[in-house]
């Protein structure tokens, strides 16, 4: 079932979904996360007050479910590893929640006309957080819950290290959500089958915000696509993987199928794409890249 969700993450997620809650959770039915779940996929599409509707190049509702799904499947690996201690249903639902909402911090309102979300790329994740606090008190959330939401939004930043996370938390098991949160955007976006094409669109986005934010070109991260391209194999080995084993505590592993020594059909896509981009950009970095920003 896992390398079909890596494949095809928007047409199987309600199917996925249903199958991890009926093995977590038996016959209780989602409830928070499938009124957010509707009410983020409205705002993505402009039809939700006063939101206009998404046009960041990248960073659409497919990827954000691209994130859902591996979420889901990293808590439902870890149920079946009998770790403790054992998630909750309402920690669950909030865990959703804090990854449908992780990137509606590129979204504009609709007097905002100038540019597109990405200019947002260096403030979305604080713009998040913003979205979470006048949204999900409307349907119930509590402040202590809306406090955890926002705390795993905020692991997804890239410059979130694993000791900030262990303390962060009031509850041991809410850390282990933020860093299920944080791994499944890393590994979300890319795994997707068309990372490797879509990564001008991401290119575009770095390039926008750094003209909002005025950074001068000898100061930018990447001043090409090939840029980016070429340094996608370093960012991979020397940044994301190290980032996964260490600052996010190794929850990665939750996803291999049988666990612990089945495949782990995220990873082993994210690989194909590095070794596709070896193989047809040959002087594609292996070194160790610059830090990247929040977003990528």
Request: with cysteine.
């Amino acid at each position: 079932m896992a390398q079909d969700i890596v494949k095809k993450n928007i047409l199987d997620s309600g199917r996925v979904l249903k199958s991890v809650y009926a093995h977590l959770f038996g016959k209780r039915k989602a409830g928070l996360s499938k009124q957010v779940f509707r009410d983020v996929e409205t705002m993505f599409s402009g039809n939700y007050k006063d939101y206009a509707a998404n046009d960041t190049p990248y960073h659409d509702f497919k990827h954000t479910v691209h994130v859902m799904v591996c979420f889901a499947e990293i808590m439902e690996g870890r149920h079946m590893a009998g770790v403790e201690p054992v998630l909750t249903f309402r920690q669950f639902e909030l865990g959703l929640a804090a990854v449908l909402l992780h990137d509606t911090g590129y979204l504009k309102l609709r007097s905002d006309v100038k540019g597109t979300g990405a200019k947002y790329t260096q403030t979305h994740v604080q713009r998040s957080c913003a979205v979470a606090a006048a949204y999900l008190p409307t349907l119930g959330v509590t402040k202590k819950e809306l406090e955890f939401v926002q705390k795993a939004i905020r692991c997804t930043a890239a410059t979130t290290f694993s000791e900030r996370i262990r303390f962060r938390f009031q509850e041991p098991i809410e850390g282990v959500l933020g860093c299920a949160v944080a791994t499944a955007d890393c590994l979300g976006q890319m795994s997707a089958p068309n990372y490797f094409d879509s990564l001008p669109l991401l290119f575009q986005e770095f390039e926008e915000s750094d003209n909002f934010e005025g950074i001068p070109p000898e100061r930018r991260m990447f001043a090409t696509v090939e840029d980016l391209v070429r340094g996608t194999p370093g960012f991979w080995r020397n940044v994301i993987q190290p980032r996964l084993e260490n600052d996010l505590l190794g929850v990665y592993r939750f996803l291999a199928r049988p666990y612990p020594d089945g495949e782990n059909c995220y990873v082993n896509a994210v690989n194909a794409t590095v070794e596709r981009i070896e193989r047809e950009m040959p002087m594609a970095e292996g070194k160790n890249p610059p830090v990247p920003r929040i977003g990528r």
